[in-house]
């Protein structure tokens, strides 16, 4: 029985909206495309004339559901007529003679077209008689032109006119893909948003942006405005089955920003396949993406932010490069990491100094300083912070202390990372621990001391600086946190010079460059040679011998 009610239910349904379908077409419609329509031609929204004479009021009318009559009115000019029309489109041209004895002033014709799926719409015409307009648009700017802003940014303006405005135009001579037009219909206020997009190339760091107004009496207001810019991207990522990260956006490889418009980094990249700049990473999107521009390859060349761009080709082998984007030339560098450009310090940061990045408490050492070398170790005691939890840690180098952008980290599989990344190094059990890391090759290894390291009371220097007597011998001062960390500062002359333990000759270390080395303590062994005279910070970790004599 429910069955037969609802199928009732239904047939009646649609017999009614069959029924009313004449009547009531612009309800079961598409509004847009029935809505009775009345488009005014540019010239004719405003009409300026005298007493006595003739005016033609003038529209284009249309609707796809049919016309019915259009209505125009004017009380103050003697204008009441009602023109009936037969079809979907029609051209209004209706003259009238402006009464002779009419005021000066401004009036309004009101247009009313009436449409066969009963919607009305209506539109003033605005007639000055006996009087000129003389006022130019106005417009009042929102946009802060004390700020700096990026390359897409909002320009926005408040429009205005005493008789209404015809459109308003965005012109920027520097980059004509801003240039923008807008018709405005004779409306009085007007609030202006167009979103500006820049190009990454864009060489300025200032834009210069004009508003022209024009009104209905075809009065012009043209005003410039300089607004600052820097339109570099502020973060910069890899992306390319070259490299690690695929072609996704989401598994970016991050580089450095080392100044404005300056990207760095060391990659690992392989030697089959393509890769890509990309500004925004973990989000799907690839717009702005630079690719391979005009004469260019492998090694380096010109930046393309063109959308349809070329990957950049990956390198002939297979290893770690330093990459390198320079938007303020549109260029880009791609060199394989076989020396440091210097022997620079680095410096541990995590638990063992509260994560102070500014701390140079913990100082890794090198064997040598030879730029073909890049292993920096740091053999000492790591304590468990508190909760019971082990020690983590990371590597920052002394140029960028202060900063978390340039840290290198513990990558999966001994892969050395660099950039403010994770994981932290992590020791996870209390005691002594050799942690090494390669800056030429990007591994790192963590291994466990197998034997506890002998202790000393107290480990001196001796040298030319005292003329080797044993009475005049300099005392290091011993780390709080590790009992096998030694510091002090000296006096030296140029010269030789050598560490030994608990004033005993027998415990004795030498034989090693400055300013980094590994003291040997091969009995008879030769000193260390001091090449000039200067104020020295000299570290020691007598675990592994290796020492540090930085000149101040």
Known sequence: MKKILFFLALVVSVSFLTACDDDNEYLLGDPESITPKIEVPAGSMLIQTEQGAEIEIKADLANPSGLESVHIACTALGMDDLIVIDGKTYALAKKYTVPANVQKGMYFVTVTLNSANKLTVSSDIKVMVGMKDTEKPALLLHTDLTATYPAEFDFEATLSDNIGLAKVELICEAETSVNYTEELSGVSRFDFVRKIQLPYSFPSKQVVLQLRLTDLAGLVTEENFTVKVNVYPNTLYIVGDASDAGWTTKDGIALTKVSDGVF?????????????????????????????????????????????????????????????????????????????????????????????????????????????????????????????????????????????????????????????????????????????????????????????????????????????????????????????????????????????????????????????????????????????????????????????????
């Open 264 to 552: 760095a980094g060391i990659v690992k990249l392989k030697a089959t396949g393509g890769w890509k700049f990309i500004a925004n990473n973990g989000v799907d999107t690839w717009n702005p993406a630079w690719g391979i521009g005009d004469a260019s390859d492998a090694t380096g060349g010109q930046l393309n932010g063109d959308g349809g761009a070329g990957n950049i080709p990956a390198p002939a082998e297979e290893g770690f490069y330093t990459v390198t984007a320079d938007f303020t030339t549109m260029t880009y560098k791609v060199e394989k990491l076989e020396a440091l450009e210097k022997i620079g310090n680095l410096y541990l940061v995590g638990n063992m100094n509260g994560w102070d990045n500014t701390d140079k408490g913990f100082m890794a050492y090198r064997d040598d300083n030879e730029l073909t070398n890049g292993v920096y170790t740091y053999t000492g005691f790591f304590k468990k912070q508190d909760g019971g939890e082990g020690c983590y840690f990371k590597f920052c180098p002394e140029e960028y202390l202060g900063s978390w952008d340039h840290m290198y980290y513990a990558g999966a599989d001994g892969e050395l990372k660099n950039g403010n990344g994770d994981p932290a190094f992590f020791v996870p059990v209390e005691g002594y621990y050799t942690v090494t890391i390669d800056l030429l090759n990007m591994t790192w290894t963590l291994e466990a001391l197998t034997e506890t390291p002998t202790e000393y009371t107290k480990i001196g220097l001796m040298g030319a600086y005292n003329n080797w007597d044993v009475a005049r011998e300099a005392f290091m001062t011993q780390s709080a946190y590790d009992k096998h960390m030694w510091t002090t500062e000296l006096e030296l002359p140029a010269g030789e010079i050598k560490f030994r333990a608990d004033s005993n000759w027998d415990i004795a270390w030498g034989n090693g460059p400055v300013p980094y080395g590994k003291g040997d303590m091969t009995p008879a062994t030769p000193n260390i040679n001091i090449p000039e005279a200067g104020t020295y910070q000299i570290r020691f970790n007598d675990i592994t011998g290796h020492y540090v004599f930085l000149k101040k």
